[in-house]
């Protein structure tokens, strides 16, 4: 399905369909002077040139004052990370709220990602601190100090690119909006759902598993910072399988492993 974009004194919105933008024609949020982007297109062209196609012709009604649009921040011509919608809240209707089991997927993803980041830079922390002639003492706090920043900077920042999204939630399309306009949200609020997270957490995990029952699908977390997670395209259905099955069964295999090392220790 074509997607379109409309650019309006070098800023950006969308991406809407055919009928959204016959709506905003109809409606005249969209004007006959604004320009329609579509993927692949070298440039924006006028809407009024290519009224025609879509079976419209420009509103004679006077032009209404819209809010400002959000500068942006790149060519013009390129599609935002982010929908943002000048149309009805009826548009609002047709965004899908991430799952439980998705969002639980993208999770276990992340987690990959900071254990396999971690203990990479662990093994250089180590290396360097042998060849210099240092020794790392047990129970010195500040290996859980560095990777508790880590984890911050690594869910703050990514969140609140302009992908919207960690690693683990690009995977599957998810993206991290305000809830209020679908719109990125600032390293602010990226921080303050990153601490909500752990109250989640802390709150013997009840703040995840709300979730399924609240609307658009929210945790805590959701509600602390205002946020909501939207699936921005289809995801792979089986990779959410291979995740899950891996976030469980792999917890298990270990910890049968355990036991039986422990029997196998006691026994002797």
């Not at 009224?51 to 060519?75: K, Q």
């Not at 995801?235 to 270990?254: D, N």
């Amino acid at each position: 399905m074509t997607q379109y974009w409309i650019v309006r004194d070098g800023a950006r919105r969308g991406p809407y369909k055919e009928s959204e933008i016959l709506e905003g024609i109809e409606r005249s949020s969209v004007r006959a002077s604004d320009l329609l982007w579509v993927d692949g297109m070298a440039q924006a062209v006028p809407i009024k040139d290519v009224m025609a196609n879509f079976g419209s012709s420009p509103s004679s009604e006077p032009e209404p004052t819209l809010e400002p649009l959000t500068p942006a921040v790149s060519s013009p011509y390129r599609p935002p990370a982010a929908r943002v919608d000048d149309f009805p809240q009826g548009a609002f209707d047709t965004v899908e709220y991430a799952g439980f089991w998705v969002r639980f997927a993208a999770s276990l993803l992340d987690a990959l990602v900071m254990v396999g980041f971690a203990v990479l830079l662990g093994l250089m922390i180590g290396l360097l601190s042998a060849s210099l002639g240092f020794s790392v003492r047990k129970g010195n706090v500040w290996p859980n100090v560095i990777a508790l920043g880590l984890s911050w900077l690594y869910f703050a920042t990514l969140e609140s690119s302009e992908r919207c999204a960690t690693f683990g939630k690009r995977a599957f399309h998810l993206q991290v909006l305000r809830d209020d306009d679908l719109e990125r949200i600032g390293f602010l609020r990226a921080s303050v759902r990153w601490i909500g997270r752990w109250i989640s957490t802390l709150m013997f995990s009840i703040g995840y598993l709300m979730q399924p029952f609240t609307p658009r699908k929210r945790a805590l977390h959701d509600y602390i910072a205002g946020t909501v997670v939207v699936v921005q395209e289809p995801y792979s259905r089986a990779l959410v399988v291979a995740m899950v099955a891996l976030g469980t069964i792999v917890p298990i295999i270990v910890a049968v492993m355990i036991g039986i090392g422990m029997k196998t220790f006691v026994g002797r």
